[in-house]
């Protein structure tokens, strides 16, 4: 799935001549936490978040307690005095895997996502990501996630998923990763039944053994994860 199929093409932005106080405004009228700034051609020259408003007011405004003449003159204050100028950006053909890597690399909550020419198409938010994943994965519909660990040898994946088509239950998807233990790998099934029993007891009596995810997920070296 590409970038610009789960991307929010109608960007809410500001202008860079705007005050903190109307930036701050909008995010909280949009419920947004990010604000791209374009020039009149549309494209991207800097965004500005909720944190930098946030770093950018003294602790008296933030807790109600500000003078008139603090107000004055944090009020001067434009919102290309608070941007980041160049930001991290996307391409809408980049797929959503490209985007989550970019996300962890980059550790920020959202990428303004812009063409060839620089200019602004839409924007991509964690949140999005985590919507798109899960329309991927199938897990918008009721069902239930396994874990499997398995042998790192080819023909495992296949033994699996005939072994479940076999019980006629469907899949939402199906995802491979890597575990603590070398020459293993764990299998997640996502199956479209909250029917479980007699699969998984298939599957332990063909030698897998079953993991809770969570568990998994809890029990791996920080290293690895």
């Given amino acids: ?29 949009y419920k947004v936490r990010h604000l791209p700034i374009v020039d009149e051609d549309n494209r991207l020259i800097g965004i500005v978040t ?30 290309k005095d608070i941007m980041t100028t160049s930001p991290k950006t996307i391409s809408p053909m980049y797929t959503i895997q490209d985007a989550l890597l970019m996300v962890q690399k980059e550790k920020v909550g959202a990428f303004p996502v812009v063409d060839e020419d620089g200019k602004l198409k839409g924007i991509l938010s964690v949140r999005d990501l985590l919507r798109a994943f899960a329309n991927v994965m199938g897990i918008g519909q009721p069902g239930t996630l396994l874990c499997i660990e398995v042998e790192e040898k080819v023909g495992q994946l296949k033994r699996i998923v005939d072994a479940i088509t076999e ?14 233990d070398e020459g293993k790998r764990a299998v997640f099934p996502y199956l479209f039944t909250n029917n479980v029993v007699r699969i998984k007891k298939k599957l332990v009596a063909m030698g897998y053994k079953l993991i809770d995810p969570m568990q998994w997920y809890l029990e791996q070296p920080p290293n690895n994860r």
């Fill in 50 to 79: 909720d944190r930098d408003i946030r770093s950018a007011l003294p602790y008296s405004l933030i807790k109600q307690k500000a003078t008139a003449q603090e107000r004055d003159k944090l009020a001067q204050l434009k919102v």
């Fill in 1 to 29: 799935m590409f970038v610009s199929r789960s991307m929010v093409s109608q960007v809410i932005t500001i202008d860079k001549d705007a005050s903190i106080f109307e930036a701050q405004e909008k995010m909280a009228e």
């Fill in 167 to 180: 019980e006629n239950i469907s899949f939402g998807s199906v995802l491979v990763a890597r575990t603590w």
